[in-house]
């Protein structure tokens, strides 16, 4: 990646800073009082560390500017005009997979990796680069509950400094300051003649012709090297006439599959004989839905329903 045409590149003044992020910047982080993080408790135990409204308005004006980059096409983390459905359709023509899942990600990339990011690829001054980490990452040493404290325990979360769940950036940045290993893992790929993509925490391996088991243990190696985890017990390969779950899709026959619980809704709703305003604009929604999966599903219902109901 080209990191140069950025506009925060090489920064070295506040002032420029100022201009760019629209704020008056601080040399002391004067930004952590603005998360109130808490454990979300459904569906499983999430620690949140949504921004408030003022920090959350400056993290998206950086989010632009890292929307700038020309990233790979194998990229999908936050990156804008793709989704997770991209992801999987990257490997609609492979027969054979490896799925790995890296555990407490964010939590892992420390704010050292994200210091690391803004002085070594962003060549920004170190005083700016740590106003931008300021920026960028939560310090819970000060704001943490009793909660809160027993569950980093509970989960061996090492680093209190950290990328924040529920930050507009922490996606996007999310690769970008692990961008070395995942550099990495796509030499794996090409040396075992696969490709890879990665969507967040989930990395994807897949090939037309069977994949090594060397691949998953090379893969660890380098996932460790850098300090993340693989959750292990994630970790799944199928084959060609598994039914492959792809971050929240399902490949299979080198289809996209519609998921279980949009057809349910659909054939559920299509049960009742008369609908409300309300009823109509969910089946409209769901077939939309089902649309962004398979194009030729549902036509003729979608255009009953609107003959029906919308244009009568």
């Not at 999430?46 to 980059?69: S, V, W």
């Not at 704010?111 to 001054?125: A, D, G």
């Amino acid at each position: 990646m080209n990191f140069s045409k950025n506009s925060l590149y090489g920064l070295s003044r506040k002032r420029d800073l100022s201009q760019l992020l629209k704020l008056k910047v601080h040399n002391n982080n004067k930004y952590n009082i603005q998360y109130k993080p808490y454990i979300d408790k459904k569906p499983k135990r999430r620690l949140i560390e949504a921004p408030k409204k003022e920090l959350k308005t400056i993290q998206k004006r950086i989010k632009r500017y890292f929307d700038g980059f020309d990233f790979p096409d194998n990229v999908f983390s936050g990156i804008k005009g793709r989704s997770y459905i991209d992801n999987a359709y990257y490997h609609i023509e492979s027969n054979y997979f490896v799925k790995m899942d890296l555990s407490k990600f964010f939590p892992n990339t420390s704010r050292e990796k994200i210091y690391n990011f803004y002085v070594k690829k962003m060549k920004m001054k170190s005083d700016i680069a740590a106003i931008m980490s300021d920026l960028s990452t939560v310090d819970l040493t000060n704001i943490m509950t009793k909660e809160i404290e027993d569950f980093i325990v509970e989960k061996e979360i090492k680093h209190i400094n950290h990328l924040p769940s529920g930050s507009p950036i922490s996606s996007i940045l999310s690769y970008l300051a692990n961008i070395d290993m995942f550099n990495e893992l796509e030499l794996l790929a090409r040396r075992n003649n696969c490709i890879v993509s990665f969507y967040v925490d989930d990395i994807i391996f897949s090939s037309k012709n069977r994949i090594s088991k060397s691949l998953i243990k090379d893969a660890e190696k380098i996932i460790t090297k850098y300090g993340q985890i693989v959750n292990i017990a994630k970790t799944k390969t199928y084959t060609t006439s598994d039914y492959k779950k792809i971050t929240g899709c399902v490949i299979h026959n080198h289809e996209l599959l519609i998921p279980n619980k949009t057809k349910y809704k659909i054939a559920k709703l299509l049960k009742q004989d008369n609908y409300t305003t309300k009823e109509i604009n969910s089946i409209l929604g769901l077939i939309n839905n089902a649309h962004l999966f398979d194009r030729k599903k549902y036509n003729d219902l979608q255009y009953k329903i609107k003959n029906k109901y919308i244009n009568s």
